[in-house]
């Protein structure tokens, strides 16, 4: 059966993630900065008997705790790994009102988070017949759909970890493995709102079913979570 990582899997979109991969038989290694007080997820492993899901302690603003993380799979083959995690950061950031320590609190989870995780469970990765690395980003990071500014911090880190998945597809090409990065919708979760029009099981069966079908010819891509191609 294939083995998905996922970062950030404690609440919204990686809890959601970790909920389908694990009722479709999937290895699940779900991950979060605080296991113990990850009630929802600890309460989906053991409803797996822990043989589908394991839990696992990873910050990826930490470098020393994503390498623990991946020693602990101790040469298990990752199929799917999906860098989820992420922070919207302070909220009215616009031009003369922006809070740099918190911006680069921001990048250190949104764009630096991404790659310590790939490279870190890079050669799990190749070892495995999927080989993707997939990377949840936001619209918001997107400079032709930005015409209306603000948000500079979290705009930032996802145009940039945009960038980081961009030279990966291509260093990481050699290697067969396939590097995408997606946006999942405005959907209902603490970042999202309440406003927002897409349910976390409608993103994530959208995304999934597009992650179903990548291969090498996509790899370097940007996508919508219906499968459409987002424009950069």
Not at 110 to 128: C, H, I, K, W, Y
Not at 176 to 205: F, N, R
Request: charge should be positive; include cysteine; charged fraction near 20%.
């Amino acid at each position: 059966m294939a083995t998905v990582l996922i970062t950030g899997a404690n609440r919204g979109l990686g809890l959601e993630f970790a909920r389908q991969y694990a009722s479709e038989g999937w290895d699940v290694f779900a991950t979060c900065r605080e296991p113990r007080r990850a009630r929802e997820l600890q309460a989906l492993a053991q409803a797996s008997s822990g043989k589908k899901l394991r839990v696992l302690s990873m910050d990826v603003a930490d470098t020393g705790s994503v390498h623990k993380a991946a020693q602990q799979l101790d040469g298990i083959p990752v199929d799917v790994l999906i860098n989820n995690a992420g922070t919207a950061g302070a909220s009215g950031q616009t031009t003369g009102n922006v809070d740099y320590e918190n911006w680069l609190r921001v990048l250190a989870v949104n764009t630096l988070g991404p790659m310590r995780v790939a490279e870190a469970f890079v050669d799990l990765v190749a070892r495995s017949e999927r080989r993707l690395i997939v990377t949840i980003t936001s619209g918001m990071g997107s400079l032709t759909d930005n015409t209306s500014g603000g948000s500079i911090a979290y705009r930032t880190s996802k145009a940039a970890v945009n960038m980081a998945m961009r030279s990966a597809a291509a260093d990481l090409g050699p290697r067969g493995i396939t590097c995408v990065v997606i946006h999942p919708g405005w959907v209902k979760t603490d970042m999202g709102g309440a406003s927002a029009p897409l349910t976390p099981k409608e993103s994530i069966t959208g995304m999934r079913r597009l992650i179903g079908r990548l291969g090498p010819a996509d790899s370097g891509k940007f996508f919508n979570y219906d499968g459409r191609e987002h424009p950069w």
